[in-house]
């Protein structure tokens, strides 16, 4: 889930003098909308620089704090695994060389959830660890990538660095707004560096691909473990008893209606 663009918002960009970002419609043969993914807007030049698919502008909104929870594909061996990210955050911090440029370093941190996946290689807290380094890589790689498209194939700042130096560091932005995506493209020349760290907890089920819907007896073996023996008897002891029962009553009722 996305944060969504609103008429406020939109306005607070353009007097901020930000690059512009807008959803991305084409129109199908029958005349129908469909949402391609993100168009980035380069404000001086008002024109459309670049179209972002819906991979990139999920990772953008990872980048400029718009992501709020939803679910990310990640390869794992030669299984296809669905993460529900619950929470993300940025943590964004600047460093100046002469007070003329400034260099960004980005941590992003995260809470998501195992979705169901048909294998078996998730039975330890071991496991899991890695896949959150599987993620981690993953999530850097898609960062890394569309970071470098930003600055040097759009050249549009569209993760918020300029609003941060404007609030945090509004002497030395005075100086350098004017050539940050214009003039001597001091954005595209600023180092970022990405770092992804993050926890995964697991809350699905664990199927078998070649039987799905089976239940795995190693873990069922394992939850009748932590039951204690004299309940497990009790209920094996019910499932005999409560269809005898009902057989009994069942003929009583027969006789008691039914006399001849």
Not at 170 to 196: C, I, M, R
Not at 201 to 221: C, F, S, T
Request: aromatic share 10%; glycine share 6%.
């Amino acid at each position: 889930m996305y944060e969504a663009l609103t008429i406020g918002n939109l306005q607070e960009d353009i007097l901020r003098g930000n690059d512009l970002a807008f959803p991305y419609l084409k129109t199908t043969k029958t005349n129908e909308y469909h949402l391609e993914g993100t168009a980035l807007v380069h404000l001086d030049s008002e024109k459309i620089v670049g179209v972002l698919n819906g991979v990139e502008t999920k990772v953008l909104s990872v980048l400029n704090k718009k992501f709020k929870n939803g679910l990310f594909n990640v390869k794992y061996h030669d299984d296809d695994i669905v993460l529900e990210i619950k929470r993300l955050e940025r943590k964004l911090n600047v460093k100046w060389e002469d007070d003329e440029q400034p260099s960004f370093k980005i941590n992003l941190s995260y809470e998501g959830i195992v979705g169901e996946v048909y294998s078996d290689q998730f039975r330890s807290r071991k496991d899991i660890k890695k896949l959150e380094r599987v993620f981690n890589m993953e999530l850097k790689k898609q960062a890394d990538r569309l970071m470098a498209d930003l600055q040097r194939q759009y050249k549009v700042d569209m993760i918020g660095l300029q609003t941060h130096l404007h609030k945090y560091h509004y002497k030395k932005w005075e100086k350098l707004k004017n050539d940050w995506t214009t003039g001597e493209q001091l954005f595209s020349k600023s180092q970022v560096d990405l770092e992804v760290e993050g926890v995964l907890r697991y809350g699905g089920a664990i199927l078998n691909k070649k039987m799905k819907g089976v239940i795995d007896m190693d873990i069922l073996l394992k939850f009748l473990g932590f039951i204690p023996p004299y309940l497990i008897i009790g209920a094996t002891v019910l499932s005999f008893m409560v269809p005898m029962i009902c057989i009994k009553v069942n003929e009583k009722f027969r006789q008691l209606f039914n006399p001849t």
